[in-house]
């Protein structure tokens, strides 16, 4: 019998997987005799809330398929949460969603809402790779743009633009958009007929004013969104993601949200239902638990504050910069002296035993940067403080 070679699998436009190139920096690191400290990934380390654990053992007896759209009791929790702790009001359980995390919905949702070949999809400079991702999936270009500046100045190659992420936080580098450039940004897009999509899963991690006190602004907030004559907000083409891997430790049940415009968010549930796209029941019964509990998150955050302020003191010694608008999220911004490209860092941090991320992997504009991360254990976090103060790699 003749045999040909399969059709597929087809190439495809995305790119390489960036994580697969610090392995001989992880097996650099993994020399040191004290072990390696891992600050590349923001994986959660500390334990999963009791609260969230209860809730789950509880539920497991869930013999039948749970619905896309989420429980009841879920969707009311996160309406109470964001009205609570974002300060967005207005929401109706037709304008919320649970998801399987928050990464699935950066990669599938241009997909879902229609996006396809010659459409533009805009996503910041340094970005998370998955907005990037996200487009080629669905055909389309990524184009990464300055979000701080005025969008009017923005260059854009030719095509129509369909869709605008912003991150605010930023992750790498921890930067906060305002009210004013919120609504800018809302504004122009609008104008001509683009979606405007926040990922906002940092938004409890704030250091600095007046982000700490006043909180992050939200896509959703009213000031951003305007409002309708009753004076709930306008969510048109808006939607904003959230993530309950970092507040309260759950990467490991992927927890997420989707909340905005109804319209859009009608769309994107059919597609979930085609598909199966559907949180287990008892993840949905501990994401209410916890949206629920505002002490362990709390908590979570004054443990990050802590292992923050080693790092920031620790790495500034050792001749490291912090990026001065770094003010929330999870993580450093760091730069070193003009002579070292962000993989030279790479691999100064890897003769420490210490992995971090090459500011590379988050667009051009993370050259000559390594993004650090708060997510280790106290005494890992204390290991590498020591290492760095007893080095002179980073000094000019």
């Given at each position: 019998?003749?045999?040909?070679?399969?059709?597929?699998?087809?190439?495809?436009?995305?790119?390489?997987?960036?994580?697969?190139s610090l392995t001989p920096y992880r097996r650099r690191a993994a020399e040191h005799p004290d072990g390696t400290v891992d600050l590349s990934i923001g994986t959660p380390v500390?334990?999963?809330?009791?609260?969230?654990?209860?809730?789950?053992?509880?539920?497991?007896?869930?013999?039948?398929?749970?619905?896309?759209?989420?429980?009841?009791?879920?969707?009311?929790?996160?309406?109470?949460?964001?009205?609570?702790?974002?300060?967005?009001?207005?929401?109706?359980?037709?304008?919320?969603?649970?998801?399987?995390?928050?990464?699935?919905?950066?990669?599938?949702?241009?997909?879902?809402?229609?996006?396809?070949?010659?459409?533009?999809?805009?996503?910041?400079?340094?970005?998370?790779?998955?907005?990037?991702?996200?487009?080629?999936?669905?055909?389309?270009?990524?184009?990464?743009?300055?979000?701080?500046?005025?969008?009017?100045?923005?260059?854009?190659?030719?095509?129509?633009?369909?869709?605008?992420?912003?991150?605010?936080?930023?992750?790498?580098?921890?930067?906060?958009?305002?009210?004013?450039?919120?609504?800018?940004?809302?504004?122009?897009?609008?104008?001509?007929?683009?979606?405007?999509?926040?990922?906002?899963?940092?938004?409890?991690?704030?250091?600095?004013?007046?982000?700490?006190?006043?909180?992050?602004?939200?896509?959703?907030?009213?000031?951003?969104?305007?409002?309708?004559?009753?004076?709930?907000?306008?969510?048109?083409?808006?939607?904003?993601?959230?993530?309950?891997?970092?507040?309260?430790?759950?990467?490991?049940?992927?927890?997420?949200?989707?909340?905005?415009?109804?319209?859009?968010?009608?769309?994107?549930?059919?597609?979930?239902?085609?598909?199966?796209?559907?949180?287990?029941?008892?993840?949905?019964?501990?994401?209410?638990?916890?949206?629920?509990?505002?002490?362990?998150?709390?908590?979570?955050?004054?443990?990050?504050?802590?292992?923050?302020?080693?790092?920031?003191?620790?790495?500034?010694?050792?001749?490291?910069?912090?990026?001065?608008?770094?003010?929330?999220?999870?993580?450093?911004?760091?730069?070193?002296?003009?002579?070292?490209?962000?993989?030279?860092?790479?691999?100064?941090?890897?003769?420490?035993?210490?992995?971090?991320?090459?500011?590379?992997?988050?667009?051009?504009?993370?050259?000559?940067?390594?993004?650090?991360?708060?997510?280790?254990?106290?005494?890992?976090?204390?290991?590498?403080?020591?290492?760095?103060?007893?080095?002179?790699?980073?000094?000019?």
């Amino acid at each position: 019998m003749t045999s040909t070679n399969p059709a597929l699998p087809r190439p495809t436009a995305l790119p390489d997987f960036p994580w697969d190139s610090l392995t001989p920096y992880r097996r650099r690191a993994a020399e040191h005799p004290d072990g390696t400290v891992d600050l590349s990934i923001g994986t959660p380390v500390d334990p999963t809330p009791e609260i969230a654990r209860r809730a789950l053992a509880a539920a497991s007896d869930a013999p039948g398929y749970p619905v896309v759209v989420g429980t009841p009791a879920l969707r009311e929790a996160a309406i109470e949460w964001f009205a609570r702790r974002r300060g967005v009001t207005g929401l109706v359980p037709a304008k919320v969603i649970p998801t399987i995390g928050s990464k699935e919905a950066v990669a599938l949702l241009p997909g879902h809402l229609g996006v396809r070949p010659g459409d533009l999809v805009l996503h910041p400079r340094a970005a998370y790779p998955t907005y990037d991702v996200g487009a080629r999936l669905a055909g389309a270009t990524p184009v990464p743009v300055d979000v701080e500046t005025d969008p009017a100045t923005w260059q854009l190659p030719d095509g129509e633009v369909v869709m605008v992420w912003l991150n605010s936080p930023g992750n790498p580098d921890g930067h906060v958009l305002g009210v004013e450039q919120l609504a800018r940004i809302v504004a122009w897009a609008r104008a001509r007929g683009a979606v405007v999509v926040s990922d906002e899963c940092y938004a409890e991690l704030a250091w600095a004013e007046p982000w700490a006190t006043r909180g992050v602004p939200s896509l959703l907030d009213a000031r951003v969104s305007g409002t309708l004559p009753d004076g709930a907000p306008d969510l048109t083409g808006l939607i904003a993601l959230y993530s309950l891997s970092k507040q309260s430790n759950l990467a490991g049940y992927r927890a997420g949200l989707m909340a905005g415009d109804a319209r859009l968010l009608a769309a994107v549930t059919e597609v979930r239902k085609h598909s199966g796209l559907m949180v287990p029941a008892p993840v949905m019964a501990a994401m209410t638990a916890v949206l629920a509990d505002d002490a362990h998150v709390d908590a979570q955050r004054e443990t990050y504050r802590r292992r923050r302020a080693m790092l920031l003191e620790a790495t500034r010694a050792a001749g490291l910069v912090n990026d001065e608008d770094s003010v929330a999220g999870l993580y450093l911004w760091l730069r070193g002296p003009e002579r070292m490209s962000a993989f030279d860092l790479v691999g100064a941090f890897a003769e420490l035993g210490i992995v971090v991320a090459p500011g590379d992997f988050y667009g051009e504009a993370g050259a000559g940067r390594v993004r650090v991360s708060l997510t280790e254990t106290d005494e890992r976090v204390e290991a590498a403080c020591r290492r760095l103060a007893d080095t002179d790699l980073f000094q000019t």
